[in-house]
């Protein structure tokens, strides 16, 4: 629901239910454009997402559970790096403060036995992650409370199809976020082609 109503997340193209993996549940999501760049917008607007699963736990069932284990890490990680690779945080300003690097054999990331910035700015990092990832969680919280009828309609249709595509959503809680931008996009062409076709139009005199 969160990717359905929040500007920049990707598409919403198949929800499901049915476990895959380590998975209780999968959201597949399609950008509209290839990415070679993500804004700082857009960024925030995934970890709402990501952080939603666990928000809609707590307004339902007052408690939280262990399956939102790799949302809460995939979160973590990307919070981080915003502070720490991307300088995305006001506090720290434009700094780059790597902590690991991507090993040329192995593929993964081995920790640095010295680190390049003091135990006060780790603190500092570790201070800033954690605001921006409660951010996202308060903003998850509020978009799920604005709009209960719709996770409602949402929860008890998976519970009957298991798994629901675009068009099935759009049907039952109305257009996304992109389908409405979609709409814009075509009316504004419209509207600019029909000036277009105004302004060739030879200007007809009055006679007298």
């Given at each position: 629901?969160?990717?359905w109503l929040v500007p920049g997340c990707d598409r919403v193209h198949k929800v499901t239910i049915v476990p895959r993996?380590?998975?209780?549940?999968?959201?597949q999501l399609v950008p509209d454009e290839d990415?070679?760049?993500?804004?700082?917008?857009?960024?925030?607007?995934?970890?709402?997402?990501?952080?939603?699963?666990?928000?809609?736990?707590k307004l339902h069932f007052d408690e939280y559970s262990a399956g939102a284990e790799n949302d809460?890490?995939?979160?973590?990680?990307?919070?981080?790096?915003?502070?720490?690779?991307?300088?995305?945080?006001?506090?720290l300003g434009p700094v780059a403060l790597h902590t690991s690097e991507d090993h040329p054999f192995f593929g993964r990331e081995m920790t640095h036995v010295h680190r390049q910035f003091s135990d006060h700015t780790a603190q500092l990092i570790d201070e800033e992650v954690a605001k921006i990832l409660h951010a996202a969680e308060d903003r998850a919280k509020q978009t799920l409370n604005e709009h209960p009828d719709m996770l409602t309609t949402l929860a008890e249709a998976l519970i009957k199809d298991e798994v629901l595509d675009e068009d099935q959503i759009d049907q039952l809680i109305g257009p996304s976020i992109h389908q409405r931008a979609d709409t814009e996009r075509v009316a504004e062409v419209n509207r600019t082609e029909a000036a277009k076709v105004a302004a060739l139009q030879p200007v007809q005199r009055k006679s007298r």
């Open positions: 629901m969160i990717a993996g380590r998975a209780l549940g999968v959201t990415r070679h760049n993500i804004s700082q917008r857009d960024i925030r607007s995934r970890l709402v997402m990501l952080l939603a699963g666990r928000a809609a736990e809460l890490k995939e979160a973590t990680k990307l919070a981080r790096r915003m502070v720490t690779h991307w300088g995305m945080s006001e506090r």
